[in-house]
């Protein structure tokens, strides 16, 4: 006979979603973007995916001793998404030592899933991008996968057409900015995401990026370009990793997009969304701690 009484302390809550179900959600919707991925960039996408995201379900499964590697589905998240922010054809060993490092240093070492501090997939990245960072910055154009250069670096920008549906050099999650949208909107649908961090996030980048860059259409290109779109939907909006409270998810979103525009305009990276995103991270708790809402009844001292 199935348990009738579930005994267990306050709050009582229940809710059909489960960590594994979320993570599901989550892992389709990255499937446009995986799709498109494959599309532009071919095989070499393909294996980086495969390669990384086996990586980090692996690492995880050894670490926990589970002989179901998928587990709660939160390491195959995390190596996808690790992979999205990757060049199409890194070596095959930077995407194992990238799914390994995301799983041991920037997840279990704080104790596991629920625990962490930081993203784990920009942590990967970050410690990639100081190692390796030739292979970490190695592009291919589309299609006949020649090496050129990413649109922020580049003296000729791409057509906002090119940025929309991903025909440009980039990260594998980068480039189509349609294919994030079409994932991020199973994600509204399904209540993981509200509009406070992607709106703070993006809102910030086009004012700066309009103010500092030489107008509106200067605006546009810095939300289109680079990793902003993929950082915005995807990797500021962890749940582990942001803001409980909306005031303090729409100040997350807005230092964000800050930080972002300030490394692309005066740092030495052309791209600035994982520091900004990793530097945010480390704040939450606090701006949790100063947007809690008032307890009903509460009065002033």
């Known amino acids: 006979m199935d348990k009738q009484l579930v005994v267990s302390p306050a709050p009582h809550l229940k809710s059909p979603e489960t960590i594994k179900s979320v993570m599901v959600d989550v892992l389709a919707a990255l499937v446009p973007a995986a799709i498109a991925a494959v599309i ?165 980048v086009f004012l700066m990026g309009a103010a500092l860059g030489g107008g509106l259409s200067a605006g546009l290109f810095h939300v289109l370009a680079g990793g902003v779109m993929l950082g915005a939907l995807f990797m500021a909006t962890d749940m582990v990793t942001s803001p409980v409270t909306p005031k303090g998810q729409l100040i997350f979103g807005m230092g964000c997009g800050l930080i972002t525009m300030l490394v692309r305009f005066y740092g030495n990276y052309p791209e600035g969304v994982t520091f900004a995103i990793l530097l945010m991270n480390a704040v939450t708790p606090l701006l949790d701690n100063l947007t809690l809402p008032r307890v009903y009844g509460e009065v002033t001292k």
Not at 111 to 123: C, D, K, Q, S, W
Not at 181 to 197: E, M, P, S, T, V
Request: aromatic share 10%; net charge positive.
């Open 40 to 204: 532009f960039f071919g095989t070499p996408a393909l294996l980086t995916m495969v390669i990384t995201t086996l990586s980090a379900m692996l690492t995880e499964a050894l670490i926990l001793r589970n002989k179901n590697i998928f587990g709660d589905g939160s390491a195959a998240v995390t190596g996808l998404l690790l992979a999205m922010t990757l060049p199409p054809a890194p070596p095959w060993w930077l995407c194992v030592v990238g799914g390994a490092v995301a799983i041991i240093i920037g997840k279990q070492v704080f104790g596991g899933i629920g625990n962490n501090i930081f993203n784990p997939a920009l942590v990967a990245r970050a410690i990639l991008m100081v190692s390796w960072a030739g292979h970490m910055t190695t592009w291919l154009a589309p299609v006949d996968l020649t090496a050129t250069a990413t649109p922020l670096v580049t003296s000729t920008a791409p057509g906002f057409l090119q940025l929309f549906t991903g025909t440009t050099a980039g990260c594998l999650g980068e480039t189509s900015v349609f294919a994030l949208l079409l994932g991020a909107a199973w994600l509204f649908y399904k209540g993981h995401i509200n509009w406070r961090i992607p709106g703070g996030y993006l809102g910030v």
